[in-house]
T-cell receptor, first 115, second 116 residues
């Protein structure tokens, strides 16, 4: 049981390049999330999904797109990378919607540097 | 809307000394409360949470937190810290009632450094 895994672990991009971050979970969770973590700001929600084939915007969605073609995978795309997108990206998943205070399970993170 | 404040960005403490990491929140509705821990170069993992019932909740590694509704606080404490407790600690809240998967609010984090 690997939990939540993220690929790649680290990436350097030039401004304007594109890339896709992959998140996979083997816990059969319905809900998946992408966060970014910046110093002194905690985690901010980029996009989320409440099930296969669904996606929705979070707090800071601009410049990112997502897809959930399979229940176990949640992809985050950067269409045209900008230095402001330098951050650590975390994927998370949960069994429930949060109505009962369900725990979110996090991946190890992807460190992205945009030059 | 909810917000979370962690008053101390960095807390250095000597090994075997007690520690308290402070968390205050603001919300117009009742909330669930969480503490997550992030060890170096790892993702966040749940440390403990308050859903209902007893206001004192404990983790398996000696941390405890007490929900204080009147002071809207959920401070994290440990009577004797170890080197292995060195990590970033995040307080988080989510509103009760209805789906809240997109409403988990994280505080800015407190970096706990345990000094040998």
């Amino acid at each position: 049981n690997a939990g939540v895994t993220q690929t790649p672990k680290f990436r350097v991009l030039k401004t304007g390049q594109s890339m896709t971050l992959l998140c996979a979970q083997d816990m059969n969770h319905e809900y998946m999330y992408w966060y970014r973590q910046d110093p002194g700001m905690g985690l901010r929600l980029i996009h989320y999904s409440v099930g296969e084939g669904t996606t929705a915007k979070g707090e800071v969605p601009d410049g990112y797109n997502v897809s959930r073609l399979k229940k176990q995978n949640f992809l985050l795309g950067l269409e045209s990378a900008a230095p402001s997108q330098t951050s650590v990206y975390f994927c998370a998943s949960s069994y429930g919607s949060g109505i009962l205070g369900e725990t979110q399970y996090f991946g190890p993170g992807t460190r992205l540097l945009v030059l | 809307a909810q917000s979370v404040t962690q008053l101390d960005s960095q807390v250095p403490v000597f090994e075997e000394a007690p520690v308290e990491l402070r968390c205050n929140y603001s919300s117009s509705v009742s909330v669930y409360l969480f503490w997550y821990v992030q060890y170096p170069n790892q993702g966040l993992q749940l440390l403990l949470k308050y859903l209902s019932g007893s206001t004192l909740v404990k983790s398996i590694n000696g941390f405890e937190a007490e929900f204080n509704k009147s002071q809207t606080s959920f401070h994290l404490r440990k009577p004797s810290v170890h080197i292995s407790d060195t990590a970033e600690y995040f307080c988080a809240v989510t509103p009760k009632g209805g789906s809240s998967y997109d409403k988990v609010i994280f505080g800015p984090g407190t970096s706990l450094s345990v000094i040998p």
